[in-house]
């Protein structure tokens, strides 16, 4: 999946935080919503310009973002 089809990271939208493409929903505010126990249903009916690509996507950007903090942290920590 090519995240930049589906994330945009814009300095003049939020502050520069990744956001869906098209919208000024954040990647941190799904990823929050889900957390807090909003199923992918219910996001996608709150927010009708959501797609389920969207949330998998961001989903992916998180795994991909935490993947990268991980190698770049001694062992111990990260363990």
Known sequence: MDLTEWISIDPDIRGGKPCI????????????????GMTEA?????????????????????????????VSLPYEIAA
């Open 21 to 36: 493409r098209g919208t000024r929903i954040t990647v941190y505010d799904i990823l929050e919503y889900l957390a807090g």
């Open 42 to 70: 219910e996001l996608l009916a709150d927010f009708p310009s959501l797609k389920p690509e969207h949330v998998r996507a961001v989903l992916m950007f998180a795994a991909q973002r935490e993947r990268r903090l991980s």
